[in-house]
């Protein structure tokens, strides 16, 4: 499992593995289902169907302004984050917004292009800026069966919302981990 640890960045913090950005549970986590603008490509990322952003969205909007200046705008979208939920356009919460680029895509891409050149930040889009929003998994904060990032097992940080179910199946996943040992 060590050898899909890389770093190809030079990160100081040491070997890493991207993983995905977005955790199931949408429907019960509507606030956090939102667009986030591409500063490579312009265009606006959704997690996949049926997930969620895995932080609250003032943490995703810090994340991504270490790419470039962003800001909170509604786009009126309700349709695309019902789909992304899999409810009605009369279930899906209407009051959340997207995080965009504040300054032009010109001057925002320029910027993203030159940190995209350094150590990565934890968020990123992944495929050099083309692909989804993935997210740094280090090697020295993974529990030693090398399944789950400590940080998304044991530390929690308060504005983290993790569902119920997925909660459980992380703790039984463990469980199973320690007896097979």
């Known amino acids: 499992m060590d050898s899909k ?8 913090r040491g070997t890493w593995r991207n993983i995905i950005a977005s955790v199931p549970d949408s429907v ?3 606030g956090m289902v939102y667009a986030i603008q ?12 049926g997930r969620h952003w895995t932080l609250g969205q003032e943490q995703i909007l810090n994340a991504m302004n270490q790419w470039a200046e962003y800001e909170l705008r509604d786009l009126s979208d309700v349709e695309e984050r019902a ?3 899999g409810v009605s356009t009369n279930e899906v919460r ?3 917004l997207a995080i965009v ?7 925002s891409s320029e910027k993203a292009k030159q940190i995209m050149k350094g150590v990565l930040p934890e968020f990123y889009f992944s ?3 083309t692909g989804t929003l993935s997210r740094k998994a280090y090697i020295k904060e993974t529990v030693k069966s090398k399944i789950f990032p400590i940080s998304s097992v044991f530390i929690f940080n308060k504005s983290v919302v ?5 909660r459980l199946y992380l703790v039984v996943k463990i469980l199973f981990l320690w007896i097979r040992k």
């Open 5 to 12: 640890y890389k770093n190809p960045d030079n990160n100081p």
């Open 83 to 85: 789909r992304v939920c």
């Open 94 to 96: 209407k009051d959340v």
């Open 127 to 129: 495929k050099n800026g």
């Open 162 to 166: 993790i569902s119920p179910i997925f």
């Open 28 to 30: 019960a986590h509507q």
């Open 38 to 49: 591409n500063p490579f490509t312009d265009e606006m990322a959704y997690p996949p169907q």
């Open 101 to 107: 680029l504040k300054k032009s895509l010109k001057s």
